[in-house]
DNA sequence: TTTAGCACTCATCTTCATTGAGTGCTAACA
DNA sequence: TGTTAGCACTCAATGAAGATGAGTGCTAAA
């Protein structure tokens, strides 16, 4: 592994890069961060390090740049975590928690505090429909033939559909039939509603039954209601890697299109905590100069969504890991207050 | 006024310099225009049209550019409405449809399309709740203190609020508020809640009547629930206009401010039918080099909502126009079916 | 009134030299 | 053996100078 002068080269090098955006010559290491070493030594240890592919040189009279093998190591080993006073903690959770009536407003403002502290973009995935667990389901008869089916989950999410039907209901039988899904339904999640429930729902309800599990149940495992919000797009145009506007527009265009944004962070989603994908390891190809900073936020126990950073690969990791997790934990605590 | 060479001549100017975004010389115009008259001839004219205002020219040796002035009388004299086919008309109607069943994707597919059918940003106004017409009202007890509170609104538009309650009450007890509340505003709008029909609610239901006033009804009409999306940013920044990297910021930094955003659409929504905002006609400063295009929709007869385009001042205005115009009134179809 | 001709302007492109940050290598030093 | 000073070398970036050409305005003739 690396010894402990080339770490602090490494790492020195990379807290420059991030900073100014400009390769790092081995003077500019010695004057700054004064490691008791002349230049020239640096320069050795700066060759062994592209050596081992941790720097990388964008032409032989530039300085070095970290490569992706680079940060990875800075954010696995070197990279203390950036702590917050007291003051910072109680300001974010309390910036957020001004909306902490709606869901919907809740995960936008998390996402748009997120994008403003990063200075990067930042992309929310709001809560899967189906790791959550009905609290209440009810019908309400708004005319004649059609119905209004209201869903209440968890975290104190509502989802309403309208539905048409051939046949008309009385307000009693709609009472009855609420009363029963609700006892059928009470406490379960959706990934949990099987074939089998699907088919007694349908069997007990005649066709409001099969309207009830096409429409509303199916309709909504299918699309699992997935909604991706973004925020400060306009803020990674401030960078200068972005500065070619091309490649700030393969970015954009991904940040349009729902399914790639989604697929994106599919990834991370998987694993809890705070995930870090750097450049290359990042399988959208037009991604491969970012980085993802992402962490999954929960109500009580269940993984539920995913909210996180994309920026440049030249990213103040320590600070963003810390944002992104701070802010998915107070996330995570106002949904699971809301319950 | 112009007469009728000007006017050709102008016209050409334009046409040249939306397709090409270059300068545009008297003897492009002499060879693709055929105008029957030389470049010297049309140089003359050109001058004179300068003179006037319509034209500039960004430097001595250059062709000339359309002015705010020049565009504005082309939208308003010379342009000829761009007519879809009744196939095109068609593919856009069917394209949105597909949506029909939820007001919020309905409205979010119209701006998609309308940002990829004009290669710009497309920015729409969510239905202010306010113009709309309550349709159903609706209590449910969810347990002890909190209750769901649901309003159905005229276009199918379901909006709800949880509110939680001190003093407990019983299903029957809601049931009954629940039809009271429905007989004192069915049919009417959130803009006629007055101060009068407040403190009736208040006096008749207690302290539930006071949380629904203070929580669900007066909360509703100041946010108005004015929601604005956009969709297709990364197409700007394929204009030659934008390849300045810190103007395309200002502008998607408009973008990501809700209330800028609306502040911006106020203007348009006051007038009926497309209206047509040109460069320096804009109030804000950071748009102007930008044109937009909008139209509002409608429920019924009334005006709910607005839908249009931001791009460049040099655009196919003809186009934009007749795409606006058609993707609006497809819009308050859908949605006056919804209803 | 229109047009051909011509001198003039000026952004853009190309070329070329200059600059300077930064390197690798070598040899001397601790 | 590890460290450092010195030096030649590289190459992106900057800028000046000249060439190019698109386009104009003006004048005089048709």
């Known amino acids: 592994m690396l010894d402990e002068r080339k770490r602090l080269v490494l790492r020195a090098v990379i807290e420059d890069y991030v900073e100014t955006a400009e390769p790092v010559g081995s003077r500019t290491i010695a004057r700054k961060h004064n490691l008791g070493v002349s230049p020239a030594t640096i320069r050795n240890e700066m060759a062994d390090l592209e050596e081992t592919g941790y720097l990388h040189q964008p032409h032989v009279s530039a300085g070095r740049v970290p490569s992706d093998k680079g ?15 007291e003051r910072e903690y109680g300001v974010i959770y309390r910036e957020i928690s001004g909306y902490y009536r709606e869901m919907e407003r809740l995960i936008r403002e998390a996402t748009r505090l997120l994008a403003l502290l990063t200075q990067s973009i930042s992309v929310v995935v709001a ?30 999410i509502v989802k309403n559909k309208l539905i048409k039907t051939e046949q ?15 006892q059928k339904l009470k406490g379960i999640t959706y990934r949990e509603l099987g074939p089998t429930v699907f088919s007694e729902i349908i069997r ?25 919000y973004s925020s400060g797009t306009a803020n990674i145009l401030q960078q200068p890697e972005f500065q070619d506007v091309d490649r700030a527009r393969v970015l954009l265009e991904i940040l349009d299109e729902k399914e790639r944004l989604l ?12 995930h870090i994908a750097i450049g290359h390891e990042n399988p959208h190809e037009e991604m491969q100069d970012c980085s993802l900073v992402t962490s999954t936020y929960h109500v009580g126990r269940d993984v539920v969504g995913t909210i996180g950073v994309i920026g440049p690969t030249r990213m103040e990791y320590a600070r963003v890991v810390s944002l992104v997790d701070l802010i998915a934990s107070s996330l995570s605590e106002l949904l699971t207050e809301l319950k």
């Open 263 to 274: 697929s994106l962070l599919s990834d991370a989603s998987k694993s809890r905590g705070v």
């Open 204 to 228: 007990d309800f005649g066709e409001i039954g099969t309207v009830l599990v096409e429409l509303v149940f199916r309709g909504l495992t299918e699309d699992k209601g997935e909604q991706v």
């Open 71 to 85: 940060y990875r190591f800075y954010v696995d080993v070197l990279m203390e975590p950036h702590t917050f006073s």
């Open 127 to 156: 809560p899967r429909m189906d790791r959550l667990v009905f609290k209440h389901v009810q019908l309400v008869l708004l005319d004649e033939n059609s119905i209004l089916v209201i869903l209440v989950l968890q975290p104190g």
């Open 168 to 182: 008309s209901y009385s307000p009693a039988q709609l009472h009855e039939i609420s009363t029963a899904l609700n």
